[in-house]
């Protein structure tokens, strides 16, 4: 990747950009219920302070800029700072610190990277998949540690996740998983119907179990980690969109691009998820897609305890889209699934229509989890962005071969406590020698590059949506 290809990629997006950001500025995603304010006592999501951090004005130099105040940037940052307090490291966002998908996710803290454990060990072999899965259980343990590290509560509710099915298809899917697990010799156990009602009332087949998880305010995390940063010397610029960025070469600096400045620094660190599109990164392809997720009032102690309350169990449906559930720390039942949506090339209209018709859809499906939801009121109603790759992996390397500029990105849904890991693994690489014995271990994530979709062309894209509408339609379907 040039200079001249990155800066002629940024120029020629810069007006649709515009155009797209402000379209999601304005349309109505809604409010995640842990907007701030809404959960007293925890960490705002909203910035290190109560004034935003300025834009981008002028000149800036760093030693370390970082691009996304998401948990994966503020992770980078706070591991970075932490490893080297001598660094001057300056995080830069879009808007503001957990205004994107960092700020509105459902919460679910569990085990899981990359595709399902089957198809994991037949692309990569039985060995690297259960190093894969093993590494998604230390990056939830992570996640809890480092509420208490920064001691900020963040909502968490420690215990289960169940993969659970009601469907022949999610029957024969976690059978497949299950068996693999136990050929790999790890603890995730098959549940029984019975099993699952003895942890939340609602009848579902079989399901997988995973010790390994927690529910927690992610929007708070996000806050708590960016106020850790500040404290630290962290220095934070808000509402700076990047435009384009120059690569140094030798020992001049990498330079990035705002509306109204720029930042040179020796290191450079692109949390920017599924924006990498938008700015012409050569990372492959990181769909964006919008997804959906809705949350009630505080619950009756009596349905608190049917849907898990006790255990602190939340439930991921089998089903690509089809519903999943979890309490929230004040009792809230949060749901989420339904269609995902690619934005790029659809109107506003049917952007909302599509938006609106998902909503619904989940709360027609809240209501039929357990009798006691017939009546409770739906409080919340929120979409965010997740980025998608083909393979279902995520990128966390280096952007054009140049060693001092990384990107993470591409989770695919199972981004809380991976993002963590992730800005650890840069910030761990940015200050020693990644190939050296002590190094990080690599991982099939750890790479420059996803599969590309050529989805500038409108029938890949007519493709793709035509795809997403099959899995909505088979989710809808799924009892």
Aim: charged share 20%.
């Amino acid at each position: 990747m040039t200079a001249r290809e990155v800066s002629a990629a940024a120029s020629e997006r810069d007006s649709n950009r515009d155009s797209d950001r402000d379209s999601e500025r304005d349309s109505v995603r809604g409010e995640p219920c842990w907007a701030p304010g809404d959960s007293p006592g925890d960490a705002p999501g909203r910035a290190t302070t109560a004034a935003p951090a300025p834009r981008i004005s002028g000149g800036l130099t760093a030693d370390v800029a970082v691009v996304g105040a998401g948990l994966a940037g503020l992770s980078t940052a706070y591991h970075l700072i932490e490893r080297d307090p001598s660094l001057d490291i300056v995080v830069v966002d879009a808007r503001h610190p957990a205004a994107g998908a960092s700020g509105r996710g459902t919460g679910l803290l569990g085990p899981r990277v990359g595709p399902a454990i089957d198809r994991a060990a037949r692309t990569f072999g039985p060995s690297t998949a259960r190093r894969m899965y093993l590494a998604s259980v230390a990056a939830v343990e992570r996640v809890v540690a480092l509420t208490e590290e920064l001691g900020a509560p963040c909502g968490l509710r420690a215990g289960e996740q169940i993969v659970a099915t009601r469907g022949a298809d999610g029957l024969a899917s976690l059978a497949r998983q299950a068996e693999t697990y136990r050929a790999l010799g790890l603890d995730v156990p098959v549940l029984s119907a019975a099993a699952i009602r003895e942890r939340v009332d609602v009848p579902y087949h079989a399901g997988l179990l995973y010790r390994s998880a927690a529910t927690l305010n992610p929007a708070a995390l996000s806050g708590a980690l960016a106020a850790a940063c500040a404290a630290k010397g962290v220095r934070f610029h808000d509402d700076s969109p990047l435009r384009g960025l120059r690569p140094g070469s030798g020992a001049a600096p990498t330079e990035l691009l705002f509306p109204s400045g720029t930042l040179r620094a020796r290191k450079t660190v692109l949390a920017v998820n599924a924006a990498a599109g938008s700015l012409g990164l050569p990372v492959g392809t990181v769909l964006p897609l919008q997804v959906h997720a809705v949350a009630t009032d505080p619950l009756g102690a009596e349905a608190r305890a049917a849907l898990g309350g006790a255990t602190g169990t939340a439930v991921v449906n089998a089903m690509s889209l089809a519903p999943y559930f979890r309490l929230s720390h004040d009792g809230r039942l949060v749901v989420g699934g339904g269609r995902a949506v690619h934005l790029p090339g659809l109107s506003p209209d049917r952007a909302a229509a599509l938006r609106t018709a998902t909503w619904s859809w989940l709360e027609e499906r809240l209501r039929l989890l357990h009798p006691s939801l017939a009546d409770v009121p739906v409080s919340h109603r929120w979409s965010g962005q997740i980025g998608m790759t083909l393979d279902d992996l995520p990128v966390v390397g280096h952007v054009g071969g140049h060693p001092d500029i990384w990107y993470i990105g591409g989770c695919c849904g199972h981004g809380l406590a991976m993002s963590v890991a992730h800005g650890a693994h840069v910030a761990h690489s940015l200050v020693e020698d990644p190939s050296a014995a002590h190094g990080p271990v690599s991982y099939p994530w750890h790479r420059d590059q996803a599969p590309r979709v050529p989805l500038t062309a409108r029938p890949a894209r007519g493709l793709l949506r035509a795809y997403l509408s099959s899995l909505d339609r088979a989710a809808r379907r799924t009892p």
